[in-house]
């Protein structure tokens, strides 16, 4: 049996950008599920509003659960190209949030937000990295 589970391991092709799906599903979720308790307290250092900040923190659980379920699809190239652009489109949100001053967000307000910019700016480099490597091995 372990020589079963190895060689599967070994051949796979798809394992990092699997890997690096999941990371950010989870990841991304429990910071949604942290944020509720925290609501309150969140949008007075960011300057949003508890509607904004619930909001946010569902968004989060809803991708994770979202992106975990794709992550488990027997083949992840589309999706993760999928997760990718989503991940793209969410750093220039926050951009363009703070840019945009659209939320009158506090010092804490824009590091807070640009943090999660850069986080998702990883997660899909990281990913895109997962798919090249995974398309070099199969091509």
């Known amino acids: 049996m372990t020589a079963m589970i190895s060689s599967r391991l070994h051949e796979s092709t798809d394992s990092l950008l699997r890997f690096a799906m999941r990371a950010d599903a989870v ?6 599920v942290a944020a509720l308790p925290l ?3 969140l949008s007075e250092v960011s300057g949003t509003t ?3 900040e619930y909001g946010l923190a569902a968004f989060f659980i809803g991708y994770g659960v979202v992106v975990l379920a794709l992550a488990a699809l027997p083949r992840v190239a589309a999706p993760g190209i999928a ?27 824009v590091v807070l937000t640009l943090a999660t910019g850069i986080y998702t700016l990883a997660f899909a480099e990281l990913q895109f990295i ?5 398309r070099r091995t199969t091509a």
Do not use: E, K, P
Not at 27 to 32: F, S
């Open 39 to 41: 609501v309150g307290w």
């Open 27 to 32: 990841l991304t979720g429990l910071a949604g």
């Open 50 to 52: 508890t509607a904004i």
């Open 130 to 134: 997962g798919l090249r490597r995974m």
């Open 83 to 109: 997760v990718i652009a989503a991940n793209l489109i969410y750093t220039v949100a926050t951009v363009a949030i703070v840019v945009t001053d659209v939320w009158t967000l506090t010092t804490a307000g």
